[in-house]
């Protein structure tokens, strides 16, 4: 399938538009297709990306560099640091294009005027072809043209950070693969977040949801720092068969421009940050999905304040679930995770 626009709004794509604009923007529109609450937005197509490089000059640069390295099967992180930096710097240095900042700037205002806000917030995510969990940035509470303009350059660069180059390298992948679309959604305002699995991820029980929470932005919980809630529930009753309530010390919260960690309330630590209703929901969401799709699920929600019950429930991902139990790593695959922690912000 092909697309002359290259920039497309969520409702006008589906999961056969993943070549187009990445896995995340594919399953965000599908998820539309299917009426479940996802954040309005648009997604920027990997064709976008590929005409900053050639138009901005990028495109020769890059190669230039790749072809100056030579043999790329020795490497370690110190060279690998240096090829992140220098790509990296490569692409966010370059202006960006006067017909794609035209292009990005009038869907970025329509946004504005379909949401009634002038210099909406949003969240810029990366989204790339092959689902790669935590591999790219995402950039969130992203307010007016020129921030959204700046992430947008620092999305396509975080395809070279020195995890994903790293990846590569292990994999035997192009140095320069890895080329990402860009969804930019409306923020939620967030009072809870977190992610959901269709099955247990550690057991690979299927008759079980389970639910990882925590105050404040999704940041919390997929960034693995820190306790959580944890709530698992029972398909066929949806009985909320257990609950671990973790003492929340440190959440992600919007401030006027971005996002940071700080500390949670003392009296907000040692509460659930979701009710039974909200469990239930987004078990049954979470349900629907698996039931659509054909396969388990691992989702990412967020608590809106701004709507009332079931409103305020938004779905911003959803992608194959993995279960831990049943997946072998190779010594590669453990220098990768390794690295993920090494870099890790």
Wanted: with cysteine; aromatic share 6%; net charge neutral.
């Amino acid at each position: 399938m092909s697309s002359k626009k290259l920039i497309l709004w969520l409702e006008e794509i589906g999961k056969e538009y993943n070549p187009i604009v990445g896995k995340k923007c594919a399953n965000l529109g599908e998820m539309i297709r299917m009426g479940l609450p996802v954040p309005p937005g648009f997604a920027i197509s990997i064709d976008m990306y590929r005409k900053f490089l050639i138009d901005s000059g990028a495109s020769i640069e890059l190669s230039q560099y790749v072809k100056s390295l030579g043999d790329l099967k020795d490497f370690n992180i110190t060279k690998i640091d240096q090829m992140s930096q220098t790509i990296q710097a490569i692409i966010e240095e370059k202006k960006m294009p006067t017909e794609i900042e035209r292009q990005i700037s009038e869907n970025y205002e329509r946004l504005c005027k379909l949401t009634q806000i002038p210099d909406v917030a949003v969240s810029v995510r990366s989204a790339g072809v092959e689902s790669r969990p935590g591999m790219f940035e995402t950039y969130l509470n992203v307010k007016g043209i020129a921030d959204v303009l700046e992430k947008v350059k620092k999305v396509w660069a975080s395809a070279y950070t020195s995890r994903a180059i790293a990846f590569r390298l292990n994999k035997g992948l192009p140095l320069l693969g890895d080329e990402l679309g860009v969804a930019v959604l409306k923020m939620v305002n967030a009072c809870a977040s977190g992610i959901g699995f269709t099955i247990d991820p550690i057991s690979g029980d299927a008759s079980k949801v389970v639910i990882e929470s925590n105050w404040g932005l999704g940041e919390g919980v997929v960034s693995g720092e820190g306790s959580v809630d944890r709530f698992s529930i029972d398909k066929k009753t949806m009985e909320i068969s257990e609950r671990i309530i973790g003492e929340k010390s440190r959440h992600v919260v919007s401030r006027g421009v971005g996002a940071e960690w700080e500390a949670v309330p003392l009296e907000k630590r040692s509460i659930p940050c979701l009710n039974d209703q909200e469990i239930q929901e987004i078990a049954r969401l979470a349900i629907e999905l698996e039931k659509k799709l054909g396969s388990p699920q691992d989702i990412e929600w967020a608590i809106d304040f701004d709507f009332p019950f079931p409103k305020n429930i938004f779905l911003l991902q959803t992608r194959p679930a993995k279960v831990v139990a049943q997946k072998l790593e190779s010594a590669s695959d453990q220098i990768i995770d390794l690295m993920a922690k090494l870099y890790r912000p």
